[in-house]
């Protein structure tokens, strides 16, 4: 048997949606698992990161319970619960966003550059790369970079030692993170 698309189930999901909103507590369960599939599909269309796309619906599913009284029945039911689900989206990108522009690289990142390799031989190579890229850097990133992931320093302490506020530290580390990335990227294309 050929399942229906979102389109024919529109009239379905509008009835579900409508009776739910009357008490029945059935029509509602069956509508949110017929719904689930779709807005997972939505999720995953829109929001590539398999984790981040799963916490979209489940956003989504608590947005369209917490949001349910708004849906008017003589009205198309799918472009009412697309902009929820949109929304939601947007929001979890923003959040992710946010969250990625504000993350300082934990002490993983360079430990790594002076650890063993998998033949069991020191990166020494890598490590004297790290700091030759280091040294390339405008003092007003290097210095933030080394207080706090090669001396480390807390952030507070390097804002104390620099003059600078504690978030003015992270937004330095991280833009010469970036900086490094994006000169160690360069040096690989170029050879």
């Not at 509602?28 to 269309?45: A, K, T």
Request: charged content about 30%; proline content about 5%; some cysteine.
């Amino acid at each position: 048997m050929k399942s229906m698309g979102p389109a024919e189930n529109e009239a379905k999901w509008s009835q579900l949606m409508a009776k739910s909103l009357d008490g029945d507590a059935a029509a509602y369960n069956l509508l949110l698992g017929d719904l689930v599939p779709y807005i997972r599909n939505f999720c995953r269309s829109k929001v590539r990161h398999l984790d981040l796309s799963d916490d979209v619906v489940q956003d989504a599913l608590i947005a369209l319970h917490r949001f349910r009284h708004t849906y008017d029945p003589s009205r198309p039911f799918l472009p009412w619960l697309r902009t929820i689900i949109r929304h939601k989206v947007i929001d979890s990108l923003r959040s992710h966003h946010r969250h990625m522009q504000n993350e300082i690289f934990d002490n993983e990142t360079v430990d790594a550059a002076a650890q063993p390799d998998v033949n069991g031989l020191t990166s020494r190579q890598d490590a004297q790369d790290l700091r030759t890229l280091l040294k390339s850097l405008p003092e007003d990133y290097r210095q933030p970079i080394e207080l706090l992931k090669i001396e480390e320093y807390s952030v507070e302490e390097v804002a104390g030692r620099l003059g600078l506020s504690p978030s003015a530290v992270k937004m330095r580390v991280h833009r010469g993170f970036k900086m490094l990335k994006e000169r160690a990227e360069k040096e690989v294309y170029e050879e």
